[in-house]
Protein backbone atom coordinates (compact mmCIF):
# COMPACT_ATOMS: atom_id res chain seq x y z
CA UNK A 1 0.00 0.00 0.00
CA UNK A 2 2.93 2.12 0.75
CA UNK A 3 3.33 3.24 -3.01
CA UNK A 4 -0.36 4.52 -3.26
CA UNK A 5 0.12 6.47 -0.36
CA UNK A 6 -0.72 10.40 -1.11
CA UNK A 7 -1.42 12.64 1.70
CA UNK A 8 -0.33 15.64 -0.50
CA UNK A 9 -2.55 14.53 -3.79
CA UNK A 10 0.79 14.73 -6.16
CA UNK A 11 -0.57 11.51 -7.56
CA UNK A 12 -3.23 12.77 -9.39
CA UNK A 13 -0.15 15.15 -11.52
CA UNK A 14 1.27 11.55 -13.21
CA UNK A 15 0.34 11.12 -16.75
CA UNK A 16 0.83 8.16 -19.39
CA UNK A 17 1.97 4.39 -17.79
CA UNK A 18 3.14 5.97 -14.44
CA UNK A 19 -0.50 6.95 -13.92
CA UNK A 20 -2.24 4.14 -15.59
CA UNK A 21 0.04 2.12 -13.09
CA UNK A 22 -0.69 4.43 -10.00
CA UNK A 23 -4.72 3.64 -11.04
CA UNK A 24 -4.85 0.31 -11.41
CA UNK A 25 -3.12 -0.49 -7.98
CA UNK A 26 -5.51 2.14 -6.67
CA UNK A 27 -8.32 0.37 -8.40
CA UNK A 28 -7.53 -3.00 -7.12
CA UNK A 29 -7.02 -1.60 -3.80
CA UNK A 30 -10.69 -0.76 -3.47
CA UNK A 31 -12.18 -3.12 -5.75
CA UNK A 32 -14.54 -5.02 -2.89
CA UNK A 33 -16.32 -2.14 -1.07
CA UNK A 34 -16.13 0.14 -4.42
CA UNK A 35 -19.69 -0.33 -4.68
CA UNK A 36 -20.95 0.34 -1.33
CA UNK A 37 -18.25 2.93 -1.08
CA UNK A 38 -20.11 4.62 -4.29
CA UNK A 39 -23.48 4.40 -2.93
CA UNK A 40 -22.65 5.90 0.33
CA UNK A 41 -20.30 8.84 -1.55
CA UNK A 42 -23.48 9.73 -4.03
CA UNK A 43 -25.69 9.44 -1.61
CA UNK A 44 -27.43 6.68 -3.27
CA UNK A 45 -27.62 8.32 -6.43
CA UNK A 46 -25.11 6.68 -8.91
CA UNK A 47 -27.39 4.26 -10.05
CA UNK A 48 -29.84 7.36 -11.42
CA UNK A 49 -26.69 8.87 -13.27
CA UNK A 50 -26.00 5.85 -14.61
CA UNK A 51 -29.34 5.16 -15.92
CA UNK A 52 -28.86 9.04 -17.51
CA UNK A 53 -25.96 8.26 -19.61
CA UNK A 54 -27.79 5.15 -21.24
CA UNK A 55 -30.94 7.45 -22.28
CA UNK A 56 -28.07 9.56 -23.80
CA UNK A 57 -26.40 6.71 -25.68
CA UNK A 58 -29.68 6.49 -27.53
CA UNK A 59 -29.40 2.85 -27.43
CA UNK A 60 -32.16 0.07 -28.12
CA UNK A 61 -32.48 -3.29 -28.94
CA UNK A 62 -29.56 -4.72 -31.00
CA UNK A 63 -27.30 -1.65 -29.90
CA UNK A 64 -23.32 -2.39 -29.95
CA UNK A 65 -22.05 -0.61 -26.83
CA UNK A 66 -18.78 -0.27 -25.85
CA UNK A 67 -18.25 0.43 -21.84
CA UNK A 68 -14.78 1.43 -21.19
CA UNK A 69 -13.50 1.45 -17.35
CA UNK A 70 -16.06 -0.40 -16.98
CA UNK A 71 -15.01 -1.33 -13.26
CA UNK A 72 -17.74 -3.71 -11.17
CA UNK A 73 -20.12 -3.14 -14.09
CA UNK A 74 -22.62 -1.32 -13.41
CA UNK A 75 -22.92 0.84 -16.27
CA UNK A 76 -22.62 -2.13 -18.83
CA UNK A 77 -25.71 -4.38 -16.50
CA UNK A 78 -27.57 -1.21 -17.22
CA UNK A 79 -26.69 -0.84 -21.04
CA UNK A 80 -26.76 -4.60 -21.41
CA UNK A 81 -30.80 -4.25 -20.21
CA UNK A 82 -31.35 -1.25 -23.06
CA UNK A 83 -29.97 -3.58 -25.91
CA UNK A 84 -31.55 -6.58 -25.44
CA UNK A 85 -32.80 -8.62 -27.45
CA UNK A 86 -30.04 -9.10 -30.24
CA UNK A 87 -27.69 -5.97 -28.59
CA UNK A 88 -24.14 -6.49 -27.32
CA UNK A 89 -22.15 -5.05 -24.66
CA UNK A 90 -18.43 -5.77 -24.89
CA UNK A 91 -17.46 -4.49 -21.23
CA UNK A 92 -13.46 -3.33 -19.98
CA UNK A 93 -11.58 -1.84 -17.89
CA UNK A 94 -7.37 -1.87 -17.31
CA UNK A 95 -7.85 -3.23 -13.56
CA UNK A 96 -8.47 -7.08 -13.05
CA UNK A 97 -9.68 -6.71 -9.48
CA UNK A 98 -12.60 -4.23 -10.56
CA UNK A 99 -13.20 -6.91 -13.26
CA UNK A 100 -13.26 -10.19 -11.23
CA UNK A 101 -15.88 -7.84 -9.03
CA UNK A 102 -18.17 -7.58 -12.48
CA UNK A 103 -17.74 -11.13 -13.16
CA UNK A 104 -19.55 -12.65 -10.02
CA UNK A 105 -22.19 -9.78 -10.37
CA UNK A 106 -22.65 -11.95 -14.37
CA UNK A 107 -22.59 -15.71 -12.84
CA UNK A 108 -24.76 -14.48 -10.01
CA UNK A 109 -27.37 -12.64 -12.62
CA UNK A 110 -26.53 -14.34 -16.26
CA UNK A 111 -27.28 -10.90 -19.08
CA UNK A 112 -27.25 -12.00 -23.12
CA UNK A 113 -24.67 -10.05 -24.49
CA UNK A 114 -23.03 -8.41 -21.96
CA UNK A 115 -19.09 -9.54 -21.52
CA UNK A 116 -15.89 -8.16 -19.43
CA UNK A 117 -12.70 -8.13 -20.76
CA UNK A 118 -8.98 -6.69 -19.76
CA UNK A 119 -8.46 -3.78 -21.89
CA UNK A 120 -6.76 -0.25 -21.70
CA UNK A 121 -9.31 1.91 -23.15
CA UNK A 122 -6.26 3.21 -25.14
CA UNK A 123 -6.57 0.19 -27.26
CA UNK A 124 -9.64 -1.64 -26.96
CA UNK A 125 -8.62 -4.51 -29.18
CA UNK A 126 -12.23 -4.08 -31.03
CA UNK A 127 -12.72 -3.40 -34.70
CA UNK A 128 -13.30 -0.32 -36.95
CA UNK A 129 -16.50 1.05 -36.49
CA UNK A 130 -17.81 -1.41 -34.83
CA UNK A 131 -20.45 0.42 -31.95
CA UNK A 132 -23.57 2.65 -32.13
CA UNK A 133 -22.17 3.95 -28.72
CA UNK A 134 -19.25 3.87 -26.20
CA UNK A 135 -19.78 4.81 -22.47
CA UNK A 136 -17.51 5.41 -20.00
CA UNK A 137 -18.44 6.31 -15.96
CA UNK A 138 -15.73 7.86 -14.20
CA UNK A 139 -12.95 7.07 -16.24
CA UNK A 140 -11.51 9.91 -18.40
CA UNK A 141 -9.99 11.91 -15.48
CA UNK A 142 -8.17 8.40 -14.41
CA UNK A 143 -7.23 7.11 -18.10
CA UNK A 144 -3.32 8.40 -18.85
CA UNK A 145 -3.31 10.67 -21.31
CA UNK A 146 -7.11 11.80 -23.12
CA UNK A 147 -6.23 11.56 -26.44
CA UNK A 148 -5.38 8.49 -27.45
CA UNK A 149 -8.56 6.99 -25.52
CA UNK A 150 -10.01 9.88 -28.14
CA UNK A 151 -8.97 8.44 -30.90
CA UNK A 152 -9.79 4.85 -29.95
CA UNK A 153 -13.39 5.37 -29.53
CA UNK A 154 -13.59 7.27 -32.53
CA UNK A 155 -12.18 4.15 -34.61
CA UNK A 156 -14.58 1.92 -32.73
CA UNK A 157 -17.52 3.69 -33.50
CA UNK A 158 -19.56 3.54 -36.32
CA UNK A 159 -19.89 7.00 -38.19
CA UNK A 160 -23.05 8.83 -36.22
CA UNK A 161 -21.90 7.18 -33.00
CA UNK A 162 -22.48 8.65 -29.74
CA UNK A 163 -19.70 8.89 -27.02
CA UNK A 164 -20.87 9.36 -23.89
CA UNK A 165 -19.09 10.06 -20.42
CA UNK A 166 -20.26 11.32 -17.09
CA UNK A 167 -17.14 12.58 -14.85
CA UNK A 168 -16.65 14.82 -11.78
CA UNK A 169 -16.48 18.63 -12.71
CA UNK A 170 -16.51 21.89 -10.91
CA UNK A 171 -19.36 23.70 -9.93
CA UNK A 172 -19.25 27.62 -11.87
CA UNK A 173 -20.82 29.46 -8.62
CA UNK A 174 -18.64 30.17 -5.75
CA UNK A 175 -20.92 28.82 -3.45
CA UNK A 176 -21.18 25.45 -5.34
CA UNK A 177 -17.66 25.47 -6.11
CA UNK A 178 -16.81 25.80 -2.24
CA UNK A 179 -19.04 23.26 -0.88
CA UNK A 180 -18.16 20.51 -3.36
CA UNK A 181 -14.31 21.56 -2.69
CA UNK A 182 -15.69 20.62 1.37
CA UNK A 183 -17.39 17.37 -0.11
CA UNK A 184 -14.38 16.04 -2.07
CA UNK A 185 -11.50 16.75 0.21
CA UNK A 186 -13.42 16.00 3.38
CA UNK A 187 -16.79 14.28 3.25
CA UNK A 188 -15.31 11.34 0.44
CA UNK A 189 -12.31 10.61 2.06
CA UNK A 190 -13.82 10.79 5.34
CA UNK A 191 -16.74 8.24 4.17
CA UNK A 192 -13.91 6.52 2.45
CA UNK A 193 -12.55 5.97 5.78
CA UNK A 194 -15.77 4.52 8.06
CA UNK A 195 -17.02 2.34 5.41
CA UNK A 196 -13.29 0.44 5.10
CA UNK A 197 -12.44 1.83 1.85
CA UNK A 198 -8.34 3.19 1.27
CA UNK A 199 -8.37 7.03 2.11
CA UNK A 200 -5.20 7.77 -0.08
CA UNK A 201 -7.42 6.67 -3.14
CA UNK A 202 -10.29 8.75 -2.38
CA UNK A 203 -7.80 11.75 -1.56
CA UNK A 204 -5.95 11.18 -5.06
CA UNK A 205 -9.70 11.47 -6.47
CA UNK A 206 -10.52 14.23 -5.38
CA UNK A 207 -7.37 15.78 -6.42
CA UNK A 208 -7.73 14.33 -9.70
CA UNK A 209 -11.34 16.18 -10.34
CA UNK A 210 -9.25 19.22 -9.04
CA UNK A 211 -6.84 18.75 -12.32
CA UNK A 212 -9.52 17.55 -14.80
CA UNK A 213 -10.79 20.07 -17.12
CA UNK A 214 -13.81 22.18 -16.60
CA UNK A 215 -16.96 21.78 -18.39
CA UNK A 216 -15.77 24.09 -21.51
CA UNK A 217 -12.14 23.25 -22.05
CA UNK A 218 -12.97 19.62 -22.25
CA UNK A 219 -15.93 20.66 -24.79
CA UNK A 220 -12.85 21.78 -26.48
CA UNK A 221 -11.00 19.09 -26.27
CA UNK A 222 -13.73 17.05 -27.60
CA UNK A 223 -14.23 18.91 -30.94
CA UNK A 224 -10.38 19.09 -31.26
CA UNK A 225 -10.55 15.53 -31.05
CA UNK A 226 -12.84 15.22 -34.03
CA UNK A 227 -16.31 14.61 -32.18
CA UNK A 228 -19.17 16.28 -33.45
CA UNK A 229 -22.60 17.39 -32.19
CA UNK A 230 -20.83 17.95 -28.33
CA UNK A 231 -22.40 19.46 -25.33
CA UNK A 232 -22.59 18.17 -21.84
CA UNK A 233 -25.32 17.81 -19.53
CA UNK A 234 -24.55 19.65 -15.55
CA UNK A 235 -26.28 17.46 -12.84
CA UNK A 236 -25.72 17.79 -8.84
CA UNK A 237 -25.02 22.16 -9.84
CA UNK A 238 -22.56 21.05 -12.17
CA UNK A 239 -20.39 19.04 -9.75
CA UNK A 240 -20.85 16.04 -12.00
CA UNK A 241 -21.14 16.66 -15.73
CA UNK A 242 -22.48 14.19 -18.65
CA UNK A 243 -20.64 15.10 -22.04
CA UNK A 244 -21.87 13.61 -25.40
CA UNK A 245 -20.17 13.57 -28.74
CA UNK A 246 -20.73 11.79 -31.95
CA UNK A 247 -18.20 10.16 -34.71
CA UNK A 248 -18.91 12.43 -37.40
C1 LIG B 1 -14.08 5.37 -10.83
S1 LIG B 1 -13.99 3.78 -11.59
C2 LIG B 1 -15.48 3.77 -12.52
C3 LIG B 1 -16.01 2.39 -12.78
C4 LIG B 1 -17.35 2.34 -13.50
N1 LIG B 1 -17.26 2.88 -14.83
C5 LIG B 1 -18.48 3.00 -12.74
O1 LIG B 1 -19.30 3.68 -13.36
O2 LIG B 1 -18.56 2.80 -11.51
C6 LIG B 1 -12.77 4.04 -12.83
C7 LIG B 1 -12.41 2.78 -13.57
O3 LIG B 1 -11.64 3.13 -14.72
C8 LIG B 1 -10.65 2.14 -14.90
N2 LIG B 1 -9.59 2.72 -15.73
C9 LIG B 1 -8.77 3.75 -15.44
N3 LIG B 1 -7.93 3.99 -16.47
C10 LIG B 1 -8.25 3.11 -17.43
C11 LIG B 1 -7.76 2.86 -18.74
N4 LIG B 1 -6.75 3.57 -19.25
N5 LIG B 1 -8.32 1.87 -19.45
C12 LIG B 1 -9.34 1.13 -18.95
N6 LIG B 1 -9.85 1.32 -17.72
C13 LIG B 1 -9.31 2.29 -16.97
C14 LIG B 1 -10.23 1.79 -13.49
O4 LIG B 1 -9.58 0.55 -13.45
C15 LIG B 1 -11.57 1.80 -12.77
O5 LIG B 1 -12.17 0.54 -12.77
Redesign the pocket.
Known sequence: MGELSDPKGQKAELTGREK?AY??GL?GEI?AP?DRL?RAISLGR?RAW?RQVVELALVGPGSWVA?????????AFDLAAAVQPGGRVIA????PA?LSVAEQKLARTPVPGLSFHH????NTGLQDSTCDAVT????LR???ERPP?YAEVLRILKPGGRFVC?DMSRPEGWFARTGFWFYRHLFMPMMARLLGGNLSAYRY?AHSTDRFPDAAALEAELRTAGFTSVRSLPLMLGSLRIHCGCRP
Do not use: H, K, P, Q
Request: proline share 0%; no cysteine; hydrophobic share 50%.
Open positions: EVAFAYNDRDLGTGTGDLSDLTMANAAMGWVNVGVIL
